[in-house]
């Protein structure tokens, strides 16, 4: 069974940094793009960070710039979203997700477009 799961959230004060990892089982995602998307209570899915399926461009919503890294390492199946600086409005649940190729880079923001999801993580800021 093809799945991503999602790891490294936590509870962390503001100021302070936390790595997600995002590790595929079943299905190679070499060819998919990556993406990270959260979602805090009573509001949509947001979009965080993208990834092209070689590394070679990210796309960061511009509230993350700055703080957030996205990166992958196909060797390892995984994908990786560094997040320093945490504030409070990060807290969400983060979700991890892959994009095929073939339907293009330009949709990446796009939630609505992803063909697998993990099943989230909570990434809670205190004060």
């Known amino acids: 069974q093809d799945q991503l799961v999602e790891s490294g959230g936590g509870l962390v004060q503001a100021g302070g940094s936390l790595r997600l990892s995002c590790v595929a089982s079943g299905r190679t995602l070499a060819r998919y793009h990556l993406g990270w998307f959260r979602q805090a209570p009573g509001k949509e899915r947001e979009f965080v960070a993208a990834?092209?399926?070689?590394?070679?461009?990210?796309y960061n919503v511009d509230s993350v710039k700055g703080r957030f890294t996205i990166s992958r390492d196909n060797a390892k199946n995984t994908a990786y979203l560094q997040m320093n600086s945490l504030q409070i409005e990060d807290t969400a649940v983060y979700y991890c997700a892959a994009l095929a190729t073939l339907k293009g880079w330009d949709l990446a923001p796009h939630w609505k477009s992803y063909d697998y999801w993990g099943q989230g993580t909570q990434v809670t800021v205190s004060l």
């Open positions: 990834i092209t399926w070689n590394g070679g461009a990210t």
